[in-house]
């Protein structure tokens, strides 16, 4: 079975500004996909050349068989696309929103309104149809418009940032929705700047300033990206800036990072160095425990490793 | 070809909703042409009646005094008062009390009575040229009326006719009321300002809520949306035009004496022209309040001053008569004076639908073609 999504050598600059820069990757059928990147990185920019909706500069992609470049029309028809700007619209209510969204697609009649159903029921808002879109909470709107873009039963969902701005709690909930529809063999591509979402996708990229330097599971990520045990250490009498010094120095520490009220000391594997050792650099009390390495980390790591090959801070890639 | 179809009804019927929720979309289109043909119709009225006059009558005779009467017997000048000397015309004028002086010199009864040639002076602020001009054409029809009678009476009542005579016969409009002129104009210039602007307003707001770039992930085609779009407000424009006809007819006694099929023909098309001309001014600008100043300035002006509408287009001078050639207003306004005043039909008025249909076809091509589906 040929992957559901094949990208070779993407790029689009807008005037001397390069956006997205040579990209290369591909999606397999029922995978979720996440791309992970600050604000600016080139993640939207992405997912709009995907959806033909911005045609490349270089390169190409085939996305459910079709290709971006010569047949959009063929790529619009087999997508589903949930805009970071998401847009129902508000005075209509939630079928109506649903009903334009379905016949966008040349759905109509009885099959739509079966369909119609059936979608409501699967993001749990069976009822709700009749509701004003604009009186839902931004959770539940976040569901109409995962459900208008599932309505037509798309081979391939594009979700761009879909739980901007939600709470955790509703954010879990729609990724319960996520892994649902991938488990029924929908391919999901879904960009975040969420570390906790990263980890909950089947493969992520990440991507920094246009280029996508990274690309595996999330184990493989922190693997590659993050190796050694990780310390989370806590306490003690010298002040932050100090104490993160004097962990540095230590043989065999790779990295130091301010994590809250404490520290998160990343040590090379195959180092002597203990907890005790590193409670014993700081003086006071201090607690050390053994933590994982997170996405956090491997993001920090790889965004440190670009700007490092890169020579400059350009490749945080400020929005 | 049919899932085309569906997906232009699927735009149809969604543009509907968003009209029928918003109360300002349905005053604009439905109360707003309503009350302006209302305000127009009454407010903007050409005839000038009861003009005020001033009287500075020196000779204070009879005569002078049956002058004055003949003046103001058809209420086409109302008299406002004496004044006392000739200096206080200027006054008069400066403060708006008067638009005319009638000055009769002291002797007027004894010249008439000698049989000699008695001069009145009628005095006319000039600042309003319109109204000047029909104060002075009523001045002299009066004062013909009054030699004829003084010469009647000093032949003793003897029947004279006049060497030559010519009189006119006004066909369509034989009272001259401005309402007949004004309503076909006022409708053209009403419907070209609502239509124009609530299509403007359409567009941009998808582009400015972000739901165009959702509308353009889905497999809806270019001129599927500019069809889709359109399709609810040319509904709605109709309904204007009967309204506005309606009461055109109910409120002015607007008659129609010509063929109503080519009347609606020819609405139909101004109005896509003009809902077409909104949709490419929304598809440039991107942005409701650009366009909402675009469509006032594009629509307002043309249709007001170039259309015919208050200003005789055979009167402009040779460019602006010219550019008047592309105002659609103008040829909608031919067709409704012509279809409601003179009874004319399609034998007369095929020139003025083939430039509204060109017009239409022109505006729907250009909003397709610049319609750009890729976002910048």
């Not at chain 1, 079975?1 to 070779?8: E, F, G, L, R």
């Not at chain 1, 999330?218 to 190796?227: D, M, N, V, W």
């Not at chain 2, 309606?246 to 609405?267: E, H, K, N, Q």
Request: with cysteine.
């Amino acid at each position: 079975m040929s992957p559901a999504i094949v990208v070779d050598g993407l790029s689009r600059r807008f005037g001397r500004f390069t956006a997205v820069d040579d990209v290369s990757f591909e999606v397999g059928r029922g995978e979720v996909f996440g791309y992970l990147g600050a604000n600016g990185a080139g993640k939207s920019t992405t997912i709009r050349m995907l959806c033909g909706l911005l045609a490349p500069t270089a390169g190409d992609a085939v996305v459910a068989g079709a290709r971006v470049s010569t047949q959009p029309e063929e790529v619009r028809a087999r997508i589903g696309y949930m805009s970071q700007r998401f847009s129902l619209y508000p005075e209509l209510r939630v079928a109506e929103n649903l009903e334009f969204f379905g016949g966008a697609h040349g759905m109509g009649g009885r099959s739509l309104a079966r369909r119609l159903e059936a979608v409501l029921e699967r993001v749990g808002l069976a009822g709700l149809g009749r509701e004003r879109t604009q009186d839902l909470p931004g959770g539940m709107r976040q569901r109409v418009a995962l459900a208008g873009a599932i309505l037509h039963e798309p081979a391939v969902v594009f979700l761009d940032e879909p739980t901007a701005g939600v709470d955790p709690w509703v954010r879990r909930r729609f990724w319960g929705l996520i892994r649902e529809l991938a488990d029924g063999g929908t391919t999901i591509f879904v960009t975040t700047h969420y570390m906790d979402e990263a980890e909950l996708c089947g493969r992520v990229g990440l991507m920094v300033a246009g280029r996508l330097p990274a690309l595996d599971t999330p184990e493989g990520l922190k693997r590659t990206h993050a190796p050694g045990r990780v310390w989370s250490v806590r306490g003690g009498e010298l002040p932050p800036e100090q104490a993160r010094l004097r962990l540095a120095a230590l043989p065999g520490v790779l990295d130091v990072q301010s994590m809250g009220a404490g520290l998160r000391v990343r040590v090379d594997r195959h180092a002597t160095l203990g907890a005790d050792d590193l409670a014993a650099s700081l003086s006071g009390t201090v607690e050390v425990e053994e933590d994982a390495a997170s996405m956090e980390d491997v993001f920090l790591a790889v965004v440190d490793a670009e700007a490092q090959r890169v020579g400059t801070a350009a490749a945080f890639g400020e929005a | 070809m049919r899932r085309g179809l569906v997906r232009i009804g699927a735009l149809a019927a969604k543009e509907a909703l968003h009209i029928r929720r918003d109360p300002f979309t349905l005053y604009l289109a439905l109360a707003l042409p309503l009350l302006m043909i209302v305000l127009f119709g009454y407010g903007v009225s050409l005839d000038i009646d009861h003009i005020p006059l001033a009287v500075h009558d020196e000779d204070r005779s009879p005569e002078s005094r049956a002058l004055v009467d003949a003046f103001t017997a058809a209420h086409e000048f109302e008299a406002v008062g004496a004044l006392e000397d000739a200096g206080a015309a200027g006054e008069a004028f400066a403060r708006g009390r008067a638009s005319a002086v009638l000055t009769v010199p002291a002797g007027y009864a004894d010249r008439l009575a000698r049989g000699e040639v008695a001069t009145v002076a009628l005095l006319l602020d000039a600042s309003d040229a319109q109204a000047t001009q029909q104060a002075l054409t009523r001045a002299d029809a009066l004062a013909q009326v009054v030699t004829a009678e003084v010469v009647q009476a000093r032949l003793g009542g003897m029947q004279v006719a006049a060497p030559l005579s010519a009189r006119a016969w006004t066909r369509y409009n034989p009272a001259g009321r401005s309402a007949l002129f004004l309503v076909p104009g006022l409708t053209a210039y009403v419907l070209a300002i609502v239509c124009v602007l609530l299509t403007s307003l359409a567009v941009a707001r998808e582009w400015e809520r972000g739901s165009m770039e959702q509308l353009f992930s889905t497999p809806v085609g270019r001129l599927e949306i500019i069809v889709g779009k359109l399709l609810p407000y040319l509904a709605l424009g109709g309904v204007q035009v009967l309204l506005v006809l309606t009461a055109g007819a109910w409120i002015f006694d607007v008659p129609a004496r010509g063929d109503l099929v080519v009347l609606a023909v020819a609405s139909l098309l101004f109005l896509v022209g003009m809902l077409g001309q909104g949709l490419l001014i929304s598809v440039v600008t991107r942005n409701q309040l650009v366009a909402t100043q675009a469509s006032t300035m594009s629509a307002m002006l043309p249709s007001m001053l170039l259309s015919g509408f208050m200003f005789p287009i055979a009167n402009m001078p040779g460019v602006l008569r010219a550019l008047s050639h592309v105002v659609p207003a103008r040829y909608f306004i031919t067709v409704l004076r012509g279809v409601l005043l003179k009874g004319t039909g399609w034998a007369e008025l095929w020139p003025d639908l083939g430039m509204l249909a060109l017009f239409a076809t022109l505006m729907i091509a250009a909003s397709t073609a610049r319609f750009q589906r890729k976002l910048a």
